[in-house]
């Protein structure tokens, strides 16, 4: 069935659709990591019309090739949610610098199977320098961490992961639905609360204003979205329908309304600092014109 595009530059697109809040990018883990995972599929057929014994290894080239692709499909989405936050620890393995190294010893097993020892080792260091000139090293500090309490910034990640599985659980309930303006409408709603989550992030000390919000109203809002999901697979009914996009509008407008107060908060502490220190400098007889 048909589906009507519909994005920011649409006709009836808006600056809060899908995918359009702070720090959000396309991401980078499309056709070159797909690909990966098509490249190697011929072994198989030059598995299977040799002798055991280079099967067996052929077999095991694929194996390693396959498992190559999977790690650095995964380094690219870790390095994309590190990306996204301007605080942040590196990714807790190098997910990318394992796909290189599988990779040539994919390559490299391939060649001894199919040439010999010299040419298994060419295409080993080949393999796994071009990976790694392909799709860079994973991250290898942390971010923007410099001068803050650590207790804190964990408890903001805590906080965070826990409303990111929150809203997963929205996206996949509204999928579940099957209706695309129910959908997208969702997708919206999601880039206000994660503007909110970007908001805390930058300034850990938002987290207990914002912690209702990011636990108790967005656990809410997910257990909402599933038994609409519920009702309306059943019946599509129009006015479980209406209710809940009213219940997502009130929501949207209470979050986006907490953020710009977080934004608030922050400038008015900025506007503090400046004064405390202007009035230090008066006292010294530092004055500026």
Same mark, same amino acid.
């Given at each position: 069935?048909?589906?009507?595009?519909g994005?920011?530059?649409? %006709?009836?697109g808006?600056?809060?659709?899908?995918?359009?809040?702070?720090?959000?990018n %396309?991401? &980078?883990?499309?056709? #070159?990591?797909? @690909? @990966? =995972?098509?490249?190697?599929l011929? !072994?198989?057929w030059?598995?299977?019309?040799?002798?055991?014994?280079? @099967? +067996?290894?052929?077999?095991?080239? !694929?194996?390693?090739?396959?498992?190559?692709?999977?790690?650095?499909?995964?380094?690219?989405?870790?390095?994309?949610?590190?990306?996204?936050?301007?605080?942040? #620890?590196?990714?807790?393995?190098?997910?990318?610098?394992?796909?290189?190294?599988?990779?040539?010893?994919?390559?490299?097993?391939?060649?001894?199977?199919? /040439?010999?020892?010299i040419? +298994?080792?060419?295409?080993?260091l080949?393999?796994a320098?071009?990976?790694?000139?392909? /799709?860079?090293?994973?991250?290898?500090?942390?971010?923007?961490?410099?001068?803050?309490d650590q =207790?804190?910034?964990?408890?903001?990640? $805590?906080?965070?992961?826990?409303?990111?599985?929150? !809203?997963a659980?929205?996206?996949?309930? +509204?999928k579940?639905?099957?209706?695309?303006?129910?959908a997208? &409408?969702?997708?919206? =709603?999601?880039?206000?609360? $994660?503007?909110?989550?970007?908001?805390v992030e930058?300034?850990?000390?938002?987290?207990?204003?914002? $912690?209702?919000?990011?636990?108790?109203?967005? @656990?809410?809002?997910?257990?909402?979205?599933?038994?609409?999901?519920?009702?309306?697979? &059943?019946?599509?009914?129009?006015?479980?329908?209406?209710?809940?996009?009213?219940?997502?509008?009130?929501?949207?407008?209470?979050?986006?309304?907490?953020?710009? &107060?977080?934004l608030?908060?922050?400038?008015?502490?900025?506007?503090?600092?400046?004064?405390? !220190?202007?009035?230090?400098?008066?006292?010294?007889?530092?004055?500026?014109?």
């Amino acid at each position: 069935m048909a589906q009507r595009f519909g994005g920011k530059y649409s %006709p009836d697109g808006t600056p809060n659709a899908p995918g359009n809040y702070r720090g959000s990018n %396309p991401t &980078r883990a499309g056709a #070159r990591v797909n @690909m @990966m =995972f098509i490249v190697p599929l011929p !072994l198989i057929w030059t598995a299977f019309t040799s002798p055991p014994v280079q @099967m +067996a290894q052929y077999l095991g080239a !694929l194996a390693l090739l396959l498992l190559a692709a999977w790690m650095t499909r995964e380094g690219i989405l870790a390095q994309e949610a590190y990306d996204a936050r301007k605080v942040a #620890r590196r990714p807790g393995a190098p997910r990318k610098l394992f796909g290189s190294a599988l990779t040539g010893l994919g390559l490299g097993l391939a060649g001894i199977a199919g /040439f010999g020892v010299i040419e +298994a080792i060419i295409f080993a260091l080949l393999g796994a320098g071009l990976h790694a000139f392909s /799709f860079g090293l994973d991250p290898m500090r942390d971010k923007g961490m410099d001068g803050i309490d650590q =207790f804190q910034t964990d408890r903001v990640a $805590r906080a965070v992961d826990e409303a990111e599985k929150h !809203l997963a659980a929205m996206t996949d309930a +509204a999928k579940r639905a099957g209706d695309r303006g129910v959908a997208d &409408r969702v997708a919206r =709603f999601q880039a206000v609360v $994660r503007d909110m989550l970007r908001t805390v992030e930058d300034d850990p000390r938002d987290l207990t204003a914002a $912690r209702k919000y990011m636990s108790v109203y967005l @656990m809410g809002a997910r257990d909402a979205t599933m038994k609409f999901a519920d009702i309306y697979a &059943r019946n599509q009914s129009t006015q479980a329908k209406s209710d809940y996009l009213m219940l997502l509008t009130d929501l949207e407008e209470q979050f986006g309304a907490k953020t710009k &107060r977080l934004l608030l908060d922050d400038h008015s502490d900025l506007t503090v600092e400046i004064e405390v !220190l202007r009035d230090r400098l008066q006292r010294e007889g530092m004055r500026s014109d």
